[in-house]
């Protein structure tokens, strides 16, 4: 657990114009070997609630993270803010074409980079935690964390619950002032599922049989620590997973499912660990979220989860 404060004054959104339907993620898996039976469509776009996620088809994932930081870091030096560090988290591993993955960004110069990945979709909540013992530290003025990933190939489209698109999101933190302030931190990973799904099958069971109980847990470890109710909360912004994930959570705390932010699931999927501030950005654009609200961010992984209050 980590009590620092730090604010969000900046973020930027790049999520790809091309989009692919269900189907069509089910007919590229089959075509390329991998089953995804019409009943598993049908469940998928009913039970999870998926229609469509963006796809890249023209750029590199170095391409994204550009789209994504580029503006931001343009921005915040017009505006004479400092940037000392650019905090990359990702899920995937880099395919060999983007190895080097910031050579399509010349905005980043001669910033010091350094990436995350290990804890799955819910790095993005490590490196946040990273990035904040930073500025708490005093070692740094501001941090640009970006978050970014793309299926270079069709299986990495689908989780057994989850369909996944490509997108990249980028947010500047700062001890200054800013609109989302952040003031507590938690990330919980499970070593037995290093592999992920490729872990030994006894610690596969294990997850997937606890995974509900671990992310109400986490949740009401969470509010325990931070001296707050469920009530006290506007919205909990989870990683996009699938619809029926959070109605459970949600029976489970207990509460009414509408605290957890869906909307967004049908039209982008599950984004790997741009989830988070992507919601957080949808929500604000579309004016849920308001002014002195508290939030919390929840970013699940394969054996790994992720959890931070806010406040807008």
Request: some cysteine; charged content about 20%; hydrophobic content about 40%.
């Amino acid at each position: 657990m980590t009590r620092v404060c730090f604010s969000v004054p900046e973020l930027s959104v790049y999520v790809p114009s091309g989009t692919a339907a269900v189907e069509d993620v089910a007919r590229q898996l089959r075509q390329a070997g991998f089953p995804f039976a019409p009943e598993d469509v049908a469940r998928f776009r009913g039970r999870y609630g998926f229609d469509r996620v963006p796809v890249e088809r023209s750029k590199r994932l170095g391409g994204m993270l550009a789209e994504a930081c580029g503006p931001l870091l343009i921005r915040l030096r017009r505006q004479g803010r400092p940037v000392d560090r650019i905090v990359i988290a990702r899920t995937l591993d880099l395919s060999w074409h983007d190895e080097h993955a910031l050579r399509d960004a010349p905005e980043i110069g001669d910033t010091p980079v350094f990436a995350l990945s290990q804890h799955n979709c819910a790095t993005v909540h490590l490196a946040m935690q990273a990035a904040g013992q930073l500025l708490h530290a005093g070692s740094t003025e501001g941090i640009v964390l970006v978050t970014a990933d793309k299926a270079f190939h069709p299986a990495l489209k689908r989780l057994p619950h989850s369909l996944l698109g490509d997108a990249a999101c980028a947010c500047y933190m700062t001890r200054e002032a800013g609109p989302h302030r952040t003031f507590y931190l938690r990330s919980v990973f499970d070593a037995g599922m290093d592999a992920g799904l490729h872990s030994q099958p006894e610690h596969v069971k294990w997850f997937q049989t606890t995974y509900h109980f671990a992310i109400r847990q986490l949740i009401r470890t969470a509010l325990r620590e931070c001296g707050l109710t469920v009530g006290d909360l506007r919205f909990i912004f989870g990683s996009n997973v699938n619809r029926t994930t959070w109605e459970e959570v949600a029976s489970m705390l207990p509460c009414d499912s509408g605290l957890f932010y869906t909307d967004t699931i049908a039209k982008v999927g599950h984004l790997h660990g741009s989830d988070l501030w992507y919601n957080v950005h949808d929500a604000v654009l579309r004016g849920k979220l308001r002014r002195g609200d508290r939030y919390m961010t929840v970013s699940v992984g394969l054996g790994s989860f992720g959890c931070a209050v806010h406040q807008y």
